[in-house]
């Protein structure tokens, strides 16, 4: 019995013993290493890249080439004035680059003056370049002034260069250059294609004819009621008329003073009436020559002329 006692104490004793030892034969747990960022690497100063070139806009605005107009029962200078006239109207639109026939004669002189002065032969890329932007145009605008009977008409059309083609005609009849000269702008703009400008105000013509006409009525009326009570003046006196001689035989109703009073009276209104009738007349015909031509649609002219042998209708649609 006393064997197995000191067994079991030894036992004891070594338990805990073995089980320190285990713990401390143990490894000892290690902390997890720690992930550490990569740190970026240094800058290399790369080639600087040129920078995107922005696209610039430019004047797209095609060009175009006025021929002087052929003059057929006018005079040369009456067709080159009508010529300024249409380059005008086109280059204050501002929808081309308009180059008139006096360019083109202008690139042929330079371009002579240097072949003249030997600058082509020492630098054959200085001459030609005006005569080949002129040269290279895509629009050509050519026309005819032409005179029928009494009437003008002026004729318009645009060449495509590119194309080989009509772009554009207009036809324009009118009674004298000066009404011609007023409708060109609408007659190239036809003939260009181009939008139509817009129509010129009609407030002070409209405002004249409208004021004359009032004046005219005015007028008008005035006189007839003057002429109404002249009337019944006369009537009064002259109850069966006024006889030849001018000596009325009534018996007249109001003193002689009151009678010359209202024939003054009438005389002044009748004056009036006229001044009246005469200012409305001036008016409506001031009216009428301010009054701009009318190009709503722009697609109709139409003139009828007479001639020696009879009369022309002249125009076109």
């Keep these: 019995m006393r064997s197995v006692v ?10 805990p013993a073995q089980g320190r030892s285990k713990k401390g034969t143990l490894a000892e747990p290690q902390a997890a290493p720690v992930a ?35 003059a057929q029962g006018v005079s040369a200078e009456q067709a080159l004035a009508m010529t300024d006239a249409v380059v005008a109207a086109l280059s204050e639109r501002g929808l081309f680059e308009v180059i008139s026939s006096r360019d083109v004669a202008t690139a042929l002189s330079a371009d002579r003056q240097r072949q003249l002065l030997g600058v082509c032969e020492a ?16 629009f050509v605008v050519s026309g005819q002034l032409s005179r029928i009977g009494t009437a003008y008409q002026l004729t318009l059309q ?29 007659a190239a703009a036809e ?58 035989t009534g018996t007249a109703l109001n003193a002689r003073a009151f009678y010359l009073e209202q024939n003054g009276l ?7 009436s006229a001044g009246l009738l005469v200012a409305g007349a001036a008016l409506v ?7 701009p031509p009318f190009e709503a649609s722009g697609r109709v002219s139409v003139l009828v002329s007479p001639t020696p042998t009879g009369f022309a209708v002249v125009g076109g649609f």
């Excluded at 990569?38 to 797209?60: E, F, G, S």
């Excluded at 009570?229 to 030849?244: A, F, H, I, M, S």
Aim: aromatic share 2%; with cysteine.
């Design 36 to 70: 550490v960022p990569a740190l970026p690497a240094p800058a290399v100063d790369a080639p600087a890249q040129p920078a995107p070139k922005l696209a610039v806009a430019q004047d797209a605005k095609p060009r175009l080439v006025v021929t002087a107009l052929e």
């Design 158 to 186: 645009t060449l495509d260069a590119v194309k080989g083609r009509a772009a554009g005609r207009s036809n324009r009849v009118a009674s004298s250059l000066e009404a011609l000269r007023q409708v060109i702008p609408y």
């Design 191 to 248: 003939a260009t294609g181009a939008p139509l400008p817009p129509p010129p105000s009609r407030v002070v013509p409209v405002t004249l004819l409208a004021a004359g006409g009032l004046s005219f009525i005015a007028g008008a009326v005035y006189g007839v009621i003057t002429l109404t009570q002249e009337k019944g003046l006369n009537d009064e006196l002259c109850p069966g008329g006024v006889p030849p001689d001018g000596r009325c």
């Design 285 to 291: 015909a001031l009216g009428l020559v301010v009054m």
């Design 123 to 138: 630098n054959p890329e200085a001459c030609g370049n005006s005569l080949g932007e002129v040269l290279s145009a895509p």
């Design 266 to 272: 009438l005389t002044r209104q009748k004056w009036v």
């Design 6 to 15: 000191v067994v079991l104490v030894l036992t004891a004793a070594l338990a």
